[in-house]
């Protein structure tokens, strides 16, 4: 298992851009498919982005597609979150997460969760 730390959140007006970054310890973070997720106020946690081991094969949400783009740097065991044209609707806490697959319909973390960065759009 991996250990995960999330950072980079914070306030931006609609428009801005964000970058979430997320950092693993461990010799495992290579092997793992990693991911993003978001929960807002009142709503259930919900998928955002997914990347590959290698990091040459990504899924969004359609909501944050052509917005976000999700990267990775396995020298440095970190996953990003570079969120530009941010919405007010985009406010929530961000998890990465670790060993994400998709099955029954939608994508689900099996290993490791982060603590949580917020992320908070004014508009």
């Known amino acids: 298992q991996v250990q995960l730390v999330e950072s980079g959140g914070g306030l931006v007006q609609a428009g801005g851009s964000l970058r979430l970054s997320c950092a693993a310890s461990g010799r495992t973070f290579s092997s793992y498919v990693m991911g993003w997720f978001r929960q807002a106020p009142g709503k259930e946690r919900e998928f955002v982005a997914t990347?590959?081991?290698?990091?040459?094969?990504?899924n969004y949400a359609d909501s944050v597609k052509g917005r976000f783009t999700i990267s990775r740097d396995n020298a440095k065991n970190t996953v990003y979150l570079q969120m530009n044209s941010l919405k007010p609707e985009d406010t929530a806490v961000y998890y990465c997460?670790?060993?994400?697959?998709?099955?029954?319909?939608?994508?689900?973390?099996?290993?490791?969760w982060g603590q949580g960065t917020q992320v908070t759009v004014s508009s």
């Open positions: 997460a670790a060993d994400v697959k998709y099955y029954s319909g939608s994508y689900r973390a099996l290993g490791s």
């Open positions: 990347i590959s081991v290698s990091g040459g094969l990504t």
